[in-house]
């Protein structure tokens, strides 16, 4: 099946600077790849997500990248806010039978 | 807005017990999953369903089975709890491609 490795597990950056979470993934049927944020207490949200027909995406001050040649993509945040704080999970899924595989996650703190 | 109802945000059960966990989902989904969620570990599958007394096992079934007798209630039981199934577990529904995972807010079961 399917291997996620997410990288790196924390990641403490100031208010303001930009933060960048990598992942790879094994498997090259994989053609949909969504980010999401976990606050505490809370359960994952969908943040941005993106089609291997597609290199990058752009939603305000996130964007997510992807390289199907080398089988991996990220998610970069610009600007960073406080209330970015929170573990971020990558997932990847071949698209049969819809089961998506979850990197380990990665706990962003942004301090002000 | 899809919304993901899990019944208990909190348990404590005693080694042995059997545990039933809830999930009911409000729009017409056919997909439903039960992950688990343990630090450095990420999110783990359980068991899936794809439709009404569908199953199917995920990466770590020993221990747990489902049941779905309606579409939108998905059940994760714990046939006799041991105290490493303490973890954060959390349902999701897939409506298709177009939506990715939905997550419910988690229940954190503590076995003692």
């Known amino acids: 099946g399917e291997n996620v490795e997410q990288h790196p597990s924390t990641l403490s950056v100031q208010e303001g600077d930009s933060a960048v979470i990598k992942c790879t993934y094994s498997d090259s049927a994989s053609n949909y790849f969504p980010w999401y944020k976990q606050e505490l207490g809370k359960g994952p949200q969908l943040i941005i997500d993106?089609?291997?027909?597609?290199g990058e995406k752009k939603d305000q001050r996130i964007a997510v990248t992807l390289n199907k040649t080398a089988k991996h993509f990220s998610l970069h945040i610009t600007e960073t806010q406080p209330e970015d704080s929170a573990v971020y999970f990558c997932?990847?899924?071949?698209?049969?039978?819809?089961?998506?595989?979850f990197g380990t996650g990665t706990s962003l703190t942004v301090i002000p | 807005d899809v919304k993901v109802t899990q019944s208990s945000r909190y348990l404590v059960k005693r080694t042995g017990e059997k545990v039933f966990l809830e999930c009911v989902q409000d729009m017409d989904h056919e997909n439903m999953f039960w992950y688990r969620q343990d630090p450095g570990l990420g999110l783990r599958l359980i068991y899936f369903?794809?439709?009404?007394?569908?199953?199917e096992k995920g990466d770590i079934p020993e221990g747990y089975s489902v049941s779905r007798e309606k579409k939108e209630r998905f059940s994760l039981i714990l046939e006799s709890a041991s105290t490493n199934q303490t973890s954060m577990y959390l349902c999701?529904?897939?409506?298709?491609?177009?939506?990715?995972?939905?997550f419910g807010s988690g229940t954190r079961l503590t076995v003692v």
């Open positions: 993106i089609r291997s027909n597609v």
């Open positions: 997932a990847a899924t071949p698209g049969t039978g819809n089961q998506f595989y």
């Open positions: 999701a529904t897939d409506g298709g491609l177009n939506y990715g995972y939905t």
């Open positions: 369903s794809y439709d009404v007394k569908m199953k």
